[in-house]
């Protein structure tokens, strides 16, 4: 039985496997003491876990820490790659791409290999075109919504507003509005990008991961939603790494 477990920079996703089956599955915050709380008594019977990450290296220690309380099993994180059954990184240095944007797109070119979008809504929004040959092309890092209303309410004290999950675009009268339908519209010209730039590139297929990925969904992405996405690719490549 074993334990994969997709990590961001607050939140983790995590699943239990036995045998490629999926046992039991949830999500946790990194500021608990135990982030893997709603897996019960099930988590003492893991033997392995493998981790992808892009939480900083105290909250990626704090997590090390959790997991040696709830089970002796042994550690393995999965990082980049330059390349792997016939998907290539676009990047030289392979250690600057977050593990989850590869493991994202490893999980989409298993599936979907006429060609791909991935786009990733959480903390911030990661966007990586993949074409039919397997190439990545290169991708996008943007703020995410969230990581957008901090700013505001950090770096422009006198803009009052309450936060809403608003998907408007018309121009707002008044200050919550002003912001609430800016950050809609900043995302609907951002999914008009995607959406012109897959055209242009021939990609068949657009996949959203993350947190506000329903989000985008309301905003117009004609996307396939696949919030195990990063879970799917790291699963894949530990199996095929275990299995040399």
């Known amino acids: 039985m074993k334990l994969f477990i997709d990590a961001g920079n607050t939140r983790l996703k995590w699943c239990i496997d036995d045998q490629g089956q999926t046992l039991a599955s949830g999500t946790g915050s990194l500021e608990e003491d135990n982030p893997l709380s709603s897996a019960g008594e099930l988590i003492k019977q893991v033997r392995g876990v493998a981790i992808s990450t892009v939480a900083s290296e105290e909250r990626r220690e704090r997590l090390m820490h959790s997991l040696a309380k709830l089970c002796p099993a042994p550690v393995r994180f999965y990082w980049s790659e330059q ?58 890092i943007l703020p995410g919504l969230q990581m957008m209303l901090r700013s505001l309410r950090t770096d422009a004290a006198r803009i009052w507003f309450d936060p809403e999950q608003g998907l408007a675009t018309d121009p707002g009268r008044s200050t919550g509005e002003c912001v609430n339908h800016g950050l809609a519209w900043l995302s609907g010209a951002m999914i008009e990008r995607v959406i012109a730039d897959a055209r242009k590139y021939a990609l068949s297929d657009l996949l959203v991961t993350g947190g506000d990925a329903n989000r985008l969904v309301g905003l117009g992405l004609p996307g396939i939603h696949r919030g195990d996405l990063v879970l799917s690719g790291l699963r894949a490549i530990h199996a095929e790494d275990t299995s040399e």
Do not use: C, E, P
Not at 83 to 111: C, E, K, P, T
């Open 83 to 140: 390349a792997r059954n016939g998907l290539i990184n676009a990047y030289q240095d392979v250690s600057r791409m977050g593990a989850d944007r590869w493991h994202a797109m490893y999980g989409a070119w298993l599936d979907h290999k006429q060609g791909f979008v991935v786009v990733d809504a959480g903390s911030a929004v990661t966007v990586d075109y993949v074409n039919k040959h397997g190439q990545h092309l290169g991708g996008y």
